[in-house]
């Protein structure tokens, strides 16, 4: 693009370029000279360029930065800065120069950054992210085009067929960047599996270890578990169970609580000790370091650790004796923590035990109950530990999402429906008890100096208060001007929105004003927890961050805090690599809503109105948790003007639409693969 190219140009040009000078070092043909003129001309009113005696030089306000491209499926980005917490950089579809996900890209900051956070352009990639990308093949004219998967809504990439050959439209290929060549065909996106492949190339994930670390996790074995037995605190007469997802295989978190008397009791968190099987530089810890996480996918789990590892040896399955690290906290009749003792332990779980069993057992399923009589007591004695401390957290200001997930219905390997996850109080109690360890667990290593990586969550952005005290206004709820809004203000505003037709959208609306929370070797605090010590130690199996934290914690047990060189990177690492890994899983699942959704148009849905955009209006659709639009060309011929902020009215008919609307709609056409949806009105269900 003719304005980057100048901007590219006139960087480091303090003493400025004349137009003369600017033509010929871009080596225009003579055609372009109006072309450059108007471009100039443009850069200069914004602000972008300054001329002085017949010199254009970059204005002095003019910001370049760096960082890492993140692409989403609207043709639109973000810009993650190298080597700085803080708001990451809208980059606008028509201002991507090309860039696509992984990219390192030099940005200019606009002066007319959004109220949300910064803007800016891409001016230069400076390192390619991946030398293949992925995407959609189609014939134009006769001739063979690539439809990205990053940039669905950028332009079309004539490609290069070497040697000739005819090219099937409608393949999902891998294609070379630099030549534009097809060296994969990975075959139709409806084919089985094809879509797992595309995620995985496209997210950069790890299917395979190599060859080392599955050599070193093969030659692990039971035998090491009696070895140490004599020298760990023993739990095995303590009754202890793991209570899980149906179809989970690798359990890293077992709990045991014992009443105390005088309203006192003791809990037990009991974690696999990975760092005993997963010491520093070997294979192993290099593969699990690169994934940093485990990936989970409908229908598979992309592991951070081989699975003899991960579903084995160091998952507390059922009556076997595991090794562990525990943390043994005693709390009092409101909640508070008396005392916190942490030991590598060996432990031996009494059951392996389901959310659904054990929701079944708080609500009086006598079947349940008789099937789990051993256990009842215990899970009673879990459940109101559970209520003590959520109330705890509640009180401090602990932010509390009453928030579904779509889950994925399969009959006979074929996608049937969508249904709505929510949380049951089983979730929540292992929640609390996974939230009090890791508290206990960071304000023991804060204590002792030692080196950790923390989970940090800096406040919301004042521009991104504002934006949503505009929202709830519209909503009758009026957010507080506060110096310093805290995260109890929030969370009352979710208690004003609970019953309300709207709760989804407010909660939603609320989430969106929150920062994204990430690793950080230095604790500055979780706002959404209202914790100032908070980190991850309950998932080592599945995430990298725990594993250090167990490598640290071990060895203060053991004598005075370690060296830990190098946590700033492998705190970055890891938020990058998680922030990957939530991406592709949400893309899978969206994916396959959108390609079981084409298979039903001409339905009619309800969905809410939860956007206002150029082109009509972003209606959720309650049963798919995906979004369509609603054409306003469909509407009848109106024109809609904004009459709020969170409300349109018709021109001439003046009806209006407002956030959080609740309309029928019909499904009018579906594009998996651009995951776009057309709606047509069928009528307004609004009260």
Not at 54 to 61: G, I
Not at 256 to 266: A, E, I, P
Not at 517 to 534: F, I, R, V, W
Not at 582 to 589: G, I, M, Q
Request: hydrophobic share 40%.
């Amino acid at each position: 693009m003719m304005e980057e190219r100048i901007a590219r140009l006139l960087r480091g040009k303090a003493q400025g370029l004349s137009f003369q000078k600017i033509f010929q070092e871009l080596r225009l043909p003579a055609k372009e000279r109006k072309t450059l003129q108007k471009a100039l001309h443009d850069l200069e009113r914004r602000s972008v360029v300054s001329k002085e005696r017949s010199k254009f030089t970059l204005a002095a306000t003019t910001r370049v930065v760096r960082g890492k491209f993140d692409a989403t499926l609207r043709g639109y980005g973000f810009v993650i800065q190298e080597g700085k917490e803080g708001e990451d950089i809208f980059i606008p579809a028509r201002y991507t120069a090309g860039a696509m996900d992984g990219d390192t890209v030099e940005v200019q900051l606009s002066d007319r950054s959004r109220r949300a956070g910064p803007e800016g352009r891409v001016t230069r990639i400076v390192k390619k992210g991946r030398d293949v990308i992925l995407g959609l093949t189609a014939i134009r004219g006769g001739r063979p085009y690539l439809i990205p998967v990053e940039t669905p809504l950028g332009e079309e990439i004539l490609l290069t067929v070497t040697p000739p050959r005819t090219i099937e439209p409608g393949r999902m290929v891998a294609v070379e960047r630099d030549t534009w060549r097809i060296v994969e065909d990975i075959g139709r996106p409806e084919d089985p599996g094809v879509d797992t492949r595309v995620v995985i190339q496209r997210f950069g994930l790890l299917p395979v270890f190599s060859p080392e670390a599955a050599a070193e996790a093969a030659a692990l074995t039971e035998e090491t578990i009696e070895r140490e037995a004599g020298s760990r605190t023993d739990y095995r007469d303590w009754t202890s169970v793991t209570i899980d997802g149906e179809s989970a295989q690798d359990f890293d978190d077992a709990v045991s609580v014992r009443r105390l008397g005088r309203g006192r009791f003791q809990l037990g968190v009991h974690i696999a000790d990975v760092s005993h099987y997963v010491r520093p530089d070997t294979a192993l810890d290099r593969d699990a370091y690169l994934r940093a996480t485990s990936v989970y996918f409908p229908d598979s789990t992309l592991p951070m650790l081989p699975e003899n590892l991960s579903n084995d040896l160091c998952s507390l399955r059922p009556r076997r004796d595991r090794l562990t690290v525990s943390a043994v906290l005693e709390f009092d009749g409101q909640g508070e923590v008396v005392s916190a003792e942490f030991h590598p332990s060996i432990i031996r779980t009494a059951d392996r035990l389901t959310y659904t069993s054990v929701f079944a057992v708080f609500s009086g399923d006598e079947d349940e109950r008789r099937r789990l009589a051993p256990l009842v007591p215990a899970l009673e004695d879990m459940r109101e530990l559970s209520r003590l401390l959520r109330a705890k957290r509640l009180r401090r200001g602990s932010l509390d999402f009453d928030l579904v997930e779509p889950e994925l219905v399969y009959s006979q390997g074929k996608l049937q429906s969508v249904q709505a996850f929510e949380p049951n109080e089983a979730h929540k109690m292992i929640e609390d008890f996974m939230i009090a360890a890791n508290v206990a667990v960071a304000s023991f290593l804060q204590e002792k100096k030692a080196p950790g990586v923390y989970r940090v969550h800096p406040p919301p952005s004042q521009s991104d208060l504002e934006e949503l005290r505009e929202v709830l206004a519209h909503f009758g709820i009026f957010l507080p001007k506060p110096a310093k809004l805290t995260s109890r203000d929030l969370q009352k505003v979710l208690d004003e929105a609970a019953g309300r037709d709207a709760e989804k959208f407010i909660n939603v609306a609320v989430l969106r004003a929150l920062r994204l929370a990430a690793y950080a070797d230095e604790n500055s605090g979780h706002y959404g927890l209202a914790e100032k010590d908070y980190l991850h130690f309950t998932s080592p199996i599945r995430r990298y961050p725990d594993l250090i934290v167990h490598r640290s914690l071990k060895a203060v047990l053991a004598g005075p805090p370690p060296k830990m060189p190098g946590l700033a990177a492998a705190a970055r690492h890891s938020s990058e690599r998680e922030r990957q890994a939530d991406a592709a899983e949400k893309d899978l699942v969206e994916w396959r809503i959108f390609r079981l959704l084409k298979t039903r148009l001409g339905d009619e849905c309800l969905g809410t109105v939860v956007d206002f955009n150029k082109a009509g209006m972003a209606v959720e659709i309650d049963d798919y948790f995906v979004r369509g639009t609603l054409a306003f060309a469909d509407m009848g011929g109106d024109y809609y003007l904004a009459k709020s902020r969170g409300a349109l009215v018709g021109k001439r008919t003046g009806r209006t639409f407002e956030l959080g609307d609740r309309l029928k709609v019909q499904l009018a056409a579906v594009d998996p693969f651009l995951r776009k949806m057309s709606l047509v009105l069928v009528s307004d269900r609004r009260k």
